[in-house]
């Protein structure tokens, strides 16, 4: 079966760095589109960033635009998240996903097929 296993969350204080992986197994990785999303407590999962198949194409939410960046390696089925210049806003628990790849980009949680359990990053201010 699909398996997405998140790891490299944790406690960061603000200013400082994290990167996040998720381990793929059970697809063929290489044709998914991927996406990472968070959610904080009592608010919505929401897209943080997005990178198609091949890696051409990305997305990023305005609100990590130029301290995340999202990366992946077809080769070992591994997708990564570095995150930068952390702030306590960006607390919440991190997904990633997996779509089948479309000719837009798919925003919502709903467009997305598999996910992992999530990791936690937690920044302190």
């Known amino acids: 079966q699909v398996q997405l296993v998140e790891s490299g969350g944790g406690l960061v204080q603000a200013g400082g760095s994290l990167r996040l992986t998720c381990a793929a197994s059970?697809?063929?990785?290489?044709?998914?589109?991927m996406g990472w999303f968070r959610q904080a407590p009592g608010k919505e999962r929401d897209i943080v960033g997005y990178i198609s198949w091949s890696g051409g194409r990305k997305y990023y939410a305005d609100s990590v635009k130029g301290r995340f960046t999202i990366s992946r390696d077809n080769a070992k089925n591994t997708l990564s998240l570095q995150m930068n210049s952390l702030k306590p806003e960006d607390t919440a628990v991190y997904y990633c996903?997996?779509?089948?790849?479309?000719?837009?980009?798919?925003?919502?949680?709903?467009?997305?097929?598999?996910w992992g359990q999530g990791t936690q990053v937690t920044v302190s201010s």
């Open positions: 996903a997996a779509a089948a790849d479309r000719v837009y980009i798919p925003y919502r949680s709903t467009e997305y097929d598999y």
């Open positions: 059970g697809l063929t990785f290489s044709t998914y589109a």
